[in-house]
């Protein structure tokens, strides 16, 4: 009796034993399995997240920087070439007083003076009409010609006047073909909106379709 109950003592505690064991290496199988499957899941969830945080703030940038790249020089070419300047029409007086006659054309002495108590700039060329009495205009607007010495930035000080060089064939060269007496001209200073409006001279009469007018330039003819 002593014998066989030593025995069934012993057999259950083995048996116990046995399936601790074997309980503890299928749980440390089962651990090492879900760790190696959750490290690349998260992993794989993060990844995207870092890249949808990241990439509208880099392309943003780019197209930001791109486009004030694009327009910086735009604003430098303005600044350089001096566009017009900055004198405006309200500071302006104009004048055509006849200027002579040679080789068959008659000049006139077109002056933009201003009448600011500041200096101001300005460049290239007036927007040149003749109108009536009424105002109707009188032929076609003055067109673009190289006469005279103009065409570079000019600083205009307060009670100065610049230059620029109108001009028409003679009357006897065009056998007669002339636009009517203008009573005024209309004048647009360069990069201005707003005209201005002179009495015309007594010796203007356009004839043979032809008007011109040069750059504006610091000294007359």
């Not at 998260?42 to 940038?61: H, I, K, V, Y």
């Not at 930001?64 to 302006?92: F, H, I, K, N, V």
């Not at 080789?103 to 460049?123: A, I, Q, R």
Request: glycine residues 12%.
């Amino acid at each position: 009796m002593s014998v066989w109950g030593k025995h069934q003592v012993r057999r259950p505690s083995a048996l116990v034993a046995l399936a601790a064991v074997g309980a503890l290496s299928l749980s440390a199988c089962g651990a090492e399995k879900e760790g190696a499957d959750a490290e690349p899941a998260s992993a794989e969830r993060t990844a995207p997240q870092a890249a949808s945080s990241t990439a509208p703030d880099a392309t943003e940038q780019s197209d930001d920087s791109g486009a004030s790249g694009t327009s910086d020089p735009g604003g430098e070419e303005a600044a350089t070439q001096g566009r017009g300047g900055d004198c405006t029409t309200d500071m302006l007086k104009a004048a055509m007083p006849a200027s002579g006659q040679e080789m068959n054309s008659k000049y006139f002495d077109l002056t933009l003076t201003n009448t600011s108590e500041g200096p101001c700039t300005l460049k290239g060329y007036a927007g040149l009409s003749l109108t009536d009495a009424s105002g109707a205009r009188i032929g076609e607007p003055a067109e673009r010609s190289q006469d005279g010495s103009g065409g570079g930035l000019l600083k205009v000080a307060p009670g100065k006047a610049v230059h620029a060089v109108v001009k028409t064939p003679g009357k006897d060269v065009t056998d007669g073909d002339c636009w009517r007496k203008p009573a005024k001209i209309k004048v647009y200073p360069p990069d201005n909106t707003a005209a201005l409006s002179a009495e015309a001279p007594a010796a203007l009469q356009v004839c043979g379709d032809t008007f011109t007018v040069g750059p504006f330039a610091a000294e007359a003819p």
